[in-house]
């Protein structure tokens, strides 16, 4: 009810309605930081909540421009020290067009000889 008696004017200084790909853009991006992988195991960083955009969510809202630079700068990085979420699941359900900057050698299987 208080939201009701709130003068059109002021409105938009409680919320900011924002499309989903907004959304994804921001809030997602930017603060969320706990969530679950394509396998339901949780995730606790900001970084793997990024990376794992692509497994659940349509190419068409995703923060494209974002997600290249991510890949871009961190897949080396994942295939020398994985994250628990970082398998072959994973790597098979990341768009190749997301994934230009980074070399195609290490787009498949990326297990480190021990």
Request: glycine letters at 0%; aromatic letters at 16%.
């Amino acid at each position: 009810m208080f939201f009701s008696y709130v003068p059109q004017s002021h409105r938009n200084t409680f919320y900011k309605q924002l499309t989903f790909k907004e959304h994804l853009a921001t809030y997602y991006w930017n603060d969320k930081t706990a969530d679950r992988d394509h396998n339901n195991r949780e995730v606790d960083t900001n970084e793997a909540v990024r990376a794992l955009l692509p497994t659940w969510c349509s190419l068409h809202y995703l923060p494209k421009e974002k997600l290249i630079e991510l890949y871009k700068t961190r897949w080396a990085d994942w295939v020398v020290d994985p994250p628990e979420w970082f398998d072959a699941d994973f790597r098979a359900m990341i768009p190749r067009e997301l994934l230009v900057e980074v070399n195609p050698m290490l787009w498949e299987e990326a297990e480190v000889e021990s």
